[in-house]
């Protein structure tokens, strides 16, 4: 059974910063794409960040140059590193995997995810003025 578990979140002031984390589990084909997405109350997810396999990123523009995603073979884990948070930051934090297509589709997937992906359960952050 594959799981993704998210970790790391939670509630700080503007200008704090957070770490997420996701580690991959089970029987998972070596995933083309990883990522993390959001959804804030009342809106529609939203992707924030994504990872190719040949370590190509891609972010969000309301994100890019702050947070930075990146990922760990070693431990099968994904990161996301969110420094200088702001209020609009606030929301419910999920990471995917995507192991079927190829990994020049991972900037696209960001904005359209495929419905075959995997996901985590979420992990909440809240940020407050």
């Known amino acids: 059974q594959v799981q993704l578990v998210e970790s790391g979140g939670g509630s700080v002031q503007a200008g704090g910063s957070l770490r997420l984390s996701c580690v991959v589990s089970?029987?998972?084909?070596?995933?083309?794409?990883m990522g993390w997405f959001r959804q804030a109350p009342e809106k529609e997810r939203e992707g924030v960040a994504t990872?190719?396999?040949?370590?190509?990123?891609n972010y969000a523009d309301s994100v890019k140059g702050r947070f930075t995603i990146s990922r760990d073979y070693a431990t099968n884990t994904l990161y996301l590193q969110m420094p200088s948070l702001k209020v609009e930051d606030t929301g419910m934090y999920y990471c995917?995997?995507?192991?079927?297509?190829?990994?020049?589709?991972?900037?696209?997937?960001?904005?359209?995810?495929?419905?075959?992906?995997?996901w985590g359960q979420g992990t909440q952050v809240t940020v407050s003025s």
């Open positions: 995917a995997a995507f192991t079927t297509g190829s990994h020049t589709y991972c900037a696209q997937w960001m904005y359209d995810p495929p419905g075959n992906g995997y």
């Open positions: 990872i190719a396999s040949n370590g190509r990123t």
């Open positions: 089970g029987r998972i084909s070596p995933a083309s794409c």
